[in-house]
């Protein structure tokens, strides 16, 4: 009696882990940016719920001819900036915005897990310079407020073109 309800228990457990795995996998999300210009593109990444300690990110380049995926596993969760020779691309398909800081260099805005009002705003080649602000402080020189575009919960391929 008590190994077959050990075994009950067990095939209970394993299928709700396959469960919250379907779940999972259900929710990723992966955007393809296509990079069809003349000019290189770059990407930054943020997330409205994030995972861990990790706010926003960037900048991932994408050269002309070439394509990059990004990905999260929450849906609608995944935002990105996406700029070519320094101005804003945008999408129809995608008119909801969030702003997030942004540095000209390589960046990463990070949350204290010890403390949810303070922001980590991280830059350098190896992310090396970090300054901690107030969630809505004022922003140090370099740094500034830029808007990102919802993707949603669906697969996308987004072509930047000529």
């Given at each position: 009696?008590?190994?077959?309800?050990?075994?009950?228990?067990?095939?209970?457990?394993?299928?709700?882990?396959?469960?919250?795995?379907?779940?999972?996998?259900?929710?990723?999300?992966?955007?393809?940016?296509?990079?069809?210009?003349?000019?290189?593109?770059?990407?930054?990444?943020?997330?409205?719920?994030?995972?861990?300690?990790?706010?926003?990110e960037g900048w991932f380049q994408i050269k002309p001819g070439t394509s990059r995926k990004f990905k999260t596993n929450t849906a609608n969760d995944l935002y990105l900036r996406i700029e070519r020779a320094g101005k804003e691309v945008t999408f129809d398909k995608f008119p909801k915005f969030r702003s997030w800081p942004v540095?000209?260099?390589?960046?990463?805005?990070?949350?204290?897990?010890d403390d949810s009002s303070i922001r980590v705003l991280r830059t350098g080649v190896n992310l090396e310079h970090r300054i901690n602000i107030k969630k809505d402080g004022k922003l140090p020189a370099g740094w500034a407020n830029k808007r990102f575009f919802r993707v949603g919960s669906e697969n996308e391929t987004l072509e930047v073109k000529p």
């Open positions: 009696m008590f190994t077959r309800l050990t075994g009950s228990k067990f095939l209970i457990v394993a299928i709700a882990a396959v469960g919250l795995a379907a779940t999972a996998s259900a929710n990723d999300v992966e955007v393809k940016v296509e990079n069809f210009s003349n000019d290189n593109v770059v990407v930054a990444m943020a997330y409205d719920h994030f995972d861990g300690v990790v706010a926003a540095n000209g260099g390589r960046f990463d805005v990070l949350k204290e897990s």
